[in-house]
């Protein structure tokens, strides 16, 4: 008898196996790696045991090589993995900035959603596994959510104002603060709106002007490139300044519930965690199978610091629950699912589908 459960694909171990692998022979030792289960005599039982992960491998074989494509202004780009960071590592593969950083003077990479989760995961887990240091880091940042975290309401997202601005800039500080802790000093991107006003891009950047850090706007998604000038110029001030200096939050041999404590208390802000029946007993099985040294995958709602979506801006005096434990031995770290998230997220009521048609000469709509 055991219980299980589905992960959608974005959140499941084979993904994050593909993102960490080093090369086909990693691939193949880590999908055997995935712990299946215990025997009748409560043995562990890996895939490498049911003679698997070469099956494995073959299916995999083409999907570790990164897709190479171009933006519409003839850039190249490596499109590889999905893993969505509020259930998963929330990276792309090793392989592909590896493979950018071989073949580039400058390598970007993104880790979403919030910077408590993608980032804190990419410093923690992927930077460890692919021996990676980065030199630089962009906050991007949007008045609309800046808004939002101030009070203003669904209506009034688009709706310029200075008061609820000012007051959610306590989130972003928030995450400037966090970015330091890993020895980096970041540079804040406002990814622009055409809702956003001349007084509040002026005030947003006088806010981070004082806690120390450069605020660009960047109108990359209206003017492609030339839209992003002043943010790459500023990240190359950033490079050059010397002052980044890159360190991880935690030491992997650290005991489970002090790794994840540094996380919940440096990062999200929060008072202490607490831990159901359930994660105890999941702690002493990571205790059992002796993966207490491996990094920590948070699954945490992306929308607040805390597990409580609604708990906006920057909360404070909150404690946070690890409901229970995900095991993922192949990938190698340990997901505590904090509140109520779930790891097979519903989809939504009106599929994007519905909205995307192609007309008889081949021309697409709907995408976007």
């Known amino acids: 008898m055991r219980s299980d459960g589905f992960n959608i694909t974005a959140a499941s171990e084979v993904m994050a196996i593909l993102c960490l692998a ?22 562990p039982v890996y895939a ?46 090793i392989l592909a900035t590896r493979m950018g950083l071989s073949l580039a003077d400058y390598v970007v990479t993104e880790a979403g959603f919030g910077a408590d989760l993608g980032a804190e995961k990419f410093m923690d887990i992927k930077c460890g596994y692919g021996n990676l240091a980065p030199q630089a880091l962009v906050l991007v940042a949007t008045i609309r959510a800046l808004r939002h975290h101030g009070g203003a309401t669904p209506a009034e997202l688009n709706t310029p104002d200075l008061e ?9 500080e928030k995450h400037i603060e966090n970015a330091r802790k890993f020895g980096l000093t970041p540079v804040v991107a406002i990814n622009h709106f055409f809702t956003d006003t001349d007084a509040e891009v002026a005030l947003l950047q006088q806010l981070c002007e004082k806690a120390g850090v450069p605020a660009v706007v960047s109108k990359s998604w209206a003017e492609g490139g030339a839209g992003a000038t002043q943010l790459a110029e500023a990240v190359l001030q950033s ?18 519930k002090a790794k994840i404590e540094t996380i919940a208390r440096e990062i999200y802000g929060a008072s202490g ?69 779930m790891r097979m997220p519903g ?18 709509t709907g995408l976007s």
């Open 164 to 172: 609820k601005l000012t007051n959610g800039f306590a989130n972003l």
């Open 239 to 256: 490079l050059a300044s010397g002052s980044n200096h890159f360190r991880p939050l935690y030491d992997w041999q650290q005991p489970v």
């Open 273 to 341: 965690v607490d831990y159901t029946p359930k994660a105890e007993a999941d702690l002493r099985r990571i205790t059992k199978l002796g993966l207490s040294g491996l990094p920590i995958c948070m699954a945490k709602t992306q929308k607040s610091f805390s597990d409580n979506e609604k708990l906006i801006g920057r909360p404070t005096g909150f404690r946070v629950t690890v409901r229970e434990f995900e095991l993922a031995t192949g990938a190698g770290f340990l997901i505590p699912l904090l509140g109520t998230m």
């Open 48 to 93: 490498r045991d049911l003679k698997a992960e070469a099956a494995m491998t073959i299916l995999l074989r083409d999907a570790i090589k990164p897709n190479l494509v171009q933006t519409l202004e003839g850039n190249p780009a490596l499109i590889h993995g999905g893993p969505f960071a509020n259930i998963a590592q929330g990276t792309n593969t």
């Open 22 to 43: 080093t090369s086909l022979t990693d691939l193949k030792a880590k999908l055997g790696n995935i712990f299946v289960g215990f025997t009748y005599d409560n043995e």
């Open 347 to 364: 989809l939504p009521a009106v599929p994007a589908s519905v909205g995307m048609d192609i007309d008889a000469e081949g021309v697409i």
